[in-house]
């Protein structure tokens, strides 16, 4: 069975400093994978995805960044992380449209 | 855990009764919908998808009714229980190939009281 595995569960991080947020994904190949966040009280906001090693779309400007290294593997990095990127990031992997979800990385920059 | 649903409608329910979650969307194109529950400090979780050839899905204790004429979503949870209680969104996908990403609504708070 597959299985989607995202961490840290919590970060907390001083403005200007650097991320890296990892999330694997296991028992299947060349899946679709996915990096969102959630504000308090909102819903899902997409930031990245990627259909394949090395391709990597924003879906909004800002100061973070998304890399696909491996075919199940997939990557958050910001060089200078600033107040506004504190949130609920999450990680999801799809084949066909239902998408499944990691545990989620709790971000507070401080 | 995360404080998702501070400001999210909330429905409130007896332990027992049926609940009825609904969900307007907005892009006609849209041809896949998927119900998610999410309880605090997690990730969502998958309830129950549907496609636009279907108006209707059933599950295990969940229905999800689809009118694509008014763009609407509804998630039915029959006999509910104190472990529904959670934050329900509904998302929406179109037939972009490669990306079929989810587009979220903003979500409702279900309480369960016992």
């Known amino acids: 069975s597959q299985t989607i595995h995202q961490w840290p569960a919590t970060l907390v991080q001083p403005v200007g400093s650097p991320l890296s947020l990892e999330c694997t994904v296991e028992?299947?190949?060349?899946?679709?994978l996915y990096w969102y966040r959630q504000a308090a009280g909102r819903g899902l906001q997409l930031l990245f995805y990627s259909v394949g090693i090395g391709q990597i779309s924003s879906e909004v400007p800002q100061n973070l960044s998304a890399s696909r290294p491996q075919d199940r593997q997939f990557i958050l990095s910001s060089k200078k992380l600033l107040l506004s990127d504190s949130g609920f990031y999450l990680c999801?992997?799809?084949?066909?449209?239902?998408?499944?979800f990691g545990q989620g990385t709790r971000l507070t920059v401080v | 855990g995360e404080s998702v649903g501070l400001h999210l409608p909330t429905l409130s329910v007896q332990e027992g009764d049926n609940s009825i979650i609904n969900c307007a969307y907005s892009n006609s194109a849209s041809d896949y919908f998927i119900w998610y529950k999410q309880e605090s400090g997690k990730g969502p979780q998958f309830i129950i998808d549907?496609?636009?050839?279907?108006d209707k899905r059933q599950g295990q204790r969940v229905t999800v009714l689809l009118n694509k004429t008014v763009k609407h979503l509804s998630l039915q949870i029959a006999a509910t229980q104190p472990g529904d209680s959670a934050v329900y969104f509904c998302?929406?996908?179109?037939?972009?190939?490669?990306?079929?990403?989810?587009?979220f609504g903003s979500g409702t708070r279900l309480q369960v009281q016992p």
């Open positions: 998302a929406e996908s179109t037939p972009d190939t490669g990306r079929r990403a989810l587009t």
């Open positions: 028992g299947t190949s060349n899946p679709n």
């Open positions: 999801a992997w799809s084949l066909g449209g239902r998408a499944f």
């Open positions: 549907i496609r636009s050839n279907m």
